[in-house]
């Protein structure tokens, strides 16, 4: 479904904005008239991560007027795989101050925004309204929620990427021309059933395909050209190299834009969403222990003054990486189908680990759940340990 511009266009390009966007005036379905409306154009971005990175340059490039970028994080080595608007020297310092620099030196005619604070209820509304349009880039559900909900409440676009290993997902949702994310995913999954970036990983490259699409989508909707991705969710597949469309409909019982909408502001989206289920909340509220503190029973146990079984509930590949000494592999996932059960101790205590303490707390349920009424997990998980413990490991 074709739709009208989302801009009006601005008033003139300077002769250094003809030379720059020549490529672009150069094509009828941009011409001058599409190139002024970006100019025009105000665009948020949420994250200048994985998605944001190639979000921002292009936008920037294709000369977007003015981009907001929301960011709190510091940039952190492991970020560069993917996030290409950041380099070695960046390490440390702000992404939002990051971004703004490599932005200023693609395009020093765009206007740059910083928003260095985390996307709440509180303050989402305020910050979108000064938008246009809106991109994207998180990777956990509340915030998507949040965007979702403030967006549909403030009539505005959403532009949505999602990347996870080798698949990614993108889509266009817009309330008064189509579906919400609700009206593609209703409730957000089970807490610990999806995980994130940072505990399956990312093709850094897809990062790329996923973001290219996002900018793809938002100067379609801000010049009025082409079909955008309404009511479709394009699904990318990069082993098999592989694009597929899904049909998404505008659902009438959606709890924000269907017919009788029970969600009429923004929520608690942490609660709504869930870091952890609520047995594994309750599992790990009185049997959690610090990084220091596994850190001298594994000293007693070396001195033969203690005796447990320390388990690495990651998967083998993250095992690979880092490892607390000492310690067994068991993933996560054979304690969900229970076979992990056989090959634990009756006469032993059993302290579980992962990479920061949500799939253990999940696992720690099970055990609970089980019998296995003393075991306990490391809050903070392996990172915890490299932080506090043995600095010389390293950290993923």
């Not at 025009?40 to 981009?67: D, E, Q, R």
């Not at 010049?223 to 659902?251: H, N, Q, S, W």
């Not at 068991?330 to 992990?340: N, R, V, W």
Request: glycine share 10%; hydrophobic share 40%.
């Amino acid at each position: 479904m074709a739709l009208p511009p989302l801009v009006d266009p601005a008033a003139e390009l300077t002769l250094d904005e003809v030379r720059r966007y020549s490529r672009h005036l150069i094509i009828p379905d941009v011409g001058m008239s599409g190139q002024k409306r970006l100019k025009n154009a105000k665009v948020l971005v949420i994250g200048a991560g994985g998605l944001g990175s190639p979000a921002l340059l292009y936008l920037a490039a294709a000369g977007v007027g003015t981009l907001g970028i929301v960011d709190f994080d510091v940039v952190d080595e492991s970020n560069l795989q993917r996030q290409i608007i950041h380099g070695q020297s960046d390490i440390g310092r702000s992404k939002a101050a990051s971004a703004r620099d490599s932005v200023k030196e693609v395009n020093p005619f765009v206007t740059v925004v910083l928003h260095e604070e985390r996307l709440d209820s509180s303050n989402a509304m305020g910050i979108f309204a000064g938008y246009d349009l809106i991109v994207d880039g998180t990777d956990n559900f509340a915030t998507r929620y949040l965007v979702n909900d403030a967006c549909v409440l403030l009539g505005k676009p959403y532009v949505w990427g999602s990347i996870y290993r080798f698949d990614g997902q993108a889509s266009v949702f817009w309330a008064e021309h189509g579906p919400c994310y609700r009206c593609l995913y209703p409730e957000a999954p089970p807490p610990g059933m999806v995980p994130s970036c940072a505990e399956g990983g990312v093709l850094g490259v897809l990062c790329a395909s996923i973001g290219a699409i996002q900018v793809n989508e938002a100067i379609k909707l801000l010049t009025g050209i082409g079909e955008p991705l309404l009511g479709r969710l394009k699904v990318y597949d990069a082993l098999e190299m592989d694009f597929r469309d899904i049909k998404v409909r505008k659902d009438p019982d959606c709890a924000i834009c269907g017919e009788n909408p029970t969600v009429t502001g923004l929520i608690d989206y942490e609660a709504f969403c869930g870091t952890i289920s609520e047995e594994a909340a309750a599992a790990a509220a009185d049997s959690t222990i610090s990084a220091l503190t596994l850190k001298e029973m594994l000293d007693r146990r070396s001195a033969g003054q203690e005796d447990f079984l320390l388990v690495d509930v990651r998967e083998p590949n993250e095992a690979e990486i880092v490892a607390i000494p000492g310690s067994v592999l068991i993933p996560k996932g054979q304690f969900l189908d229970g076979s992990a059960l056989e090959r634990l101790p009756q006469d032993r205590r059993v302290v579980l680990y992962c990479k920061v303490g949500g799939r253990s707390a999940e696992a720690l349920a099970v055990l609970k759940g089980a019998g296995f009424s003393d075991a306990l997990h490391v809050g903070g998980g392996v990172l915890a340990w490299v932080n506090q413990v043995d600095p010389s490991l390293p950290a993923y």
